[in-house]
């Protein structure tokens, strides 16, 4: 595993990529250790030394939590909380419309009630106020009396409504994760390790979401509340039983499941399973999921339907059903949000589908930009999610409303940090609003710059996207006999886990195999049965390739010539019994 060579000799293969081992020396591999055990191969091959495997191995909180009081402000902001709460003082989450910022500010709701209060819970509309807080919703919600606000997964970037907000005389702590400028909006606390002024250990965990955040808020504050004897006289919460909301919001925001986060998410798993939140429960159902969730659950069942109520529905819907303890209040949300999840999937298809025609005639461009009227602003960030994967570059897509005002959402790729370079844009003048992450960024720009910015961000990154492409390979941790793609090392594998961001799942290559049977099934879906030499049989599946060039060579291939496959072992629990099969990335003849 320490070695650069091509593995099965690939040095480019149908999608034109070297496949490689994951983890090389580079790497950070620790050249006199070769472990045997399956797991510690996995855990080394994405970065963790020796002495760290242990902690690795079995990810607890007690492993990976940081003293909260670390962060700048985390202090400030939990000695305010608890005066609010020994004061009675009204108080109103403010949380963004998607799934990070639902579970934030359920995550505060539901602690703050354990604790005797009783907050309100604001989540803007997309479409009327436009994403984080707005000057005017701060100062109508102090005018209903709220004397403390407290602003989740948004904030860091509200300058102008932070000002409302203290002539108001309202009390505003900022709990965010988005990068900031070097100038902060004022507030009475900002708790954020993106803050350009936190120390190196802080800033160590800018990787976390904002739920993970206030997970460390909600430490400080019951941490506070002890060291002045609330607890002499009644229970203290659980913290842990609220980590469930803490996974669901890490995953399906996409943060790194590196360090903490993989501890929050492996135990939050757990809490999930226990169906102890009545909201979750009834989205499980919903969903039609009876076992116990896994990773990819959160972010491609549970997660978008919590995310189609702030993108085509009513935006409170999700932190309504992460906070509700009726069941038949939250089985009629779940309803309405797995509606409106299949309405959301519909105008995404048409969206996705303009988005990727109109790509095609912006030529060969480091960040592919295109913008439209007409398109629903509520799925352009899943539109440029899909547009990414399929050109291999940072895509933003913008939706140009009739004041001719675009708002637009991007996703970018490994090494290309999208959040600064919209930051950058907008301190030359060229969006009227704009803030992210590396991964991610919105923006606010008028219709008439929006060429320029294209231009902007090609001067900017172009260097670097062509420095990650240059660097693209296949990231192999396995090589397998046909015989070997089984239930058994699915089981196997997933120890190494939680997967996801920046903690990549397992990839494997099999063969050489034949291919038996291609077809297209599906939306643009390409099924495959391969046989091995030993006359093992592998199920295949390539999700929206049919049609790519990977899907048209698998199609077209004579069925006498050998290659390797590579890809993903998922179990197919579908029927009686149960089997594997492999999720196709990329193929190599072999012959």
């Not at 004397?147 to 300058?159: E, K, M, N, S």
């Amino acid at each position: 595993m320490l070695t650069t060579a091509h593995v099965c000799g690939v040095s480019r293969s149908i999608l034109g990529q070297p496949w490689r081992w994951r983890g090389t020396a580079g790497d950070g591999l620790d050249e006199g250790f070769q472990p045997d055990d399956l797991v510690d191969q996995l855990l080394m091959a994405r970065g963790v030394v020796r002495e760290e495997l242990e902690r690795h191995r079995q990810p607890t909180l007690r492993g990976f939590m940081p003293d909260p009081s670390l962060f700048r402000d985390m202090d400030v902001a939990a000695e305010r909380l608890a005066d609010a709460i020994a004061a009675g003082e009204a108080m109103t989450i403010f949380g963004d419309y998607d799934v990070d910022g639902a579970t934030s500010a359920a995550l505060l709701v539901r602690l703050l009630r354990a604790l005797g209060s009783d907050p309100r819970a604001y989540i803007p509309d997309r479409l009327m106020e436009g994403y984080g807080p707005s000057g005017e919703a701060l100062v109508r919600l102090a005018q209903d009396g709220a004397r403390l606000i407290v602003t989740v997964d948004c904030g860091a970037q509200a300058f102008e409504a932070l000002e409302m907000a203290r002539a108001a005389g309202v009390d505003v702590i900022v709990v965010d994760h988005h990068k900031c400028a070097s100038a902060l909006p004022v507030a009475y606390a900002i708790v954020n390790p993106n803050r350009l002024d936190e120390n190196e250990e802080a800033a160590a965990h800018g990787h976390l979401a904002a739920v993970g955040m206030c997970f460390l808020l909600g430490a400080a504050l019951l941490r506070t509340l002890r060291g002045r004897g609330f607890f002499a006289a009644r229970d203290e919460p659980k913290l842990i039983d609220l980590l469930d909301l803490v996974a669901l919001g890490t995953v399906a925001d996409v943060a790194q499941l590196r360090g903490l986060n993989r501890a929050f998410v492996a135990q939050g798993l757990k809490m999930m399973a226990r169906r102890a939140n009545t909201g979750l429960a009834a989205l499980a159902e919903a969903a039609r999921l009876v076992r116990a969730p896994t990773c990819t659950d959160l972010g491609f069942a549970l997660g978008p339907r919590i995310n189609a109520g702030g993108r085509v529905g009513k935006s409170d819907l999700g932190v309504r059903l992460l906070t509700t303890e009726d069941p038949e209040e939250a089985r009629g949300i779940a309803a309405e949000l797995d509606r409106l999840n299949e309405e959301r999937r519909a105008i995404e298809a048409s969206v996705c589908e303009a988005a990727e025609e109109l790509s095609r005639t912006k030529g060969n461009r480091a960040v592919t930009l295109v913008a439209a009227p007409g398109w629903h602003p509520g799925v352009i960030g899943i539109v440029a999610g899909r547009l990414k994967e399929k050109i291999g570059k940072p895509a933003i897509v913008v939706a140009i409303g009739e004041d001719g005002i675009g708002k637009g959402s991007g996703r970018s790729i490994a090494g290309v940090d999208l959040g600064a370079a919209v930051l950058a844009a907008k301190d030359e003048g060229l969006l009227i609003a704009g803030g992210g992450h590396a991964m991610a960024a919105g923006l606010t720009v008028e219709a008439g710059r929006i060429e320029a910015l294209a231009d902007f961000l090609e001067e900017r990154l172009a260097a670097d996207v062509a420095r990650a492409g240059g660097d693209r390979a296949l990231l192999l941790d396995a090589v397998l006999a046909p015989g070997g793609i089984c239930p058994a090392l699915c089981d196997a594998l997933d120890a190494g886990g939680p997967y996801g961001a920046g903690w990549p799942g397992p990839r494997v290559a099999a063969g050489p195999v034949r291919i038996v049977k291609a077809d297209v099934v599906g939306n643009n879906h390409l099924r495959l049965v391969v046989a091995g030499d030993d006359g093992k049989r592998i199920k295949a599946i390539a999700f929206r390739q049919a049609d790519s060039p990977l899907g048209e060579a698998m199609l077209a291939a004579p069925p006498h010539r050998r290659l390797w496959i590579a890809g993903r072992i998922r179990k197919d629990e579908w029927g009686d019994r149960i089997a594997a099969e492999l999720h196709l990335e990329d193929a190599a003849w072999a012959d």
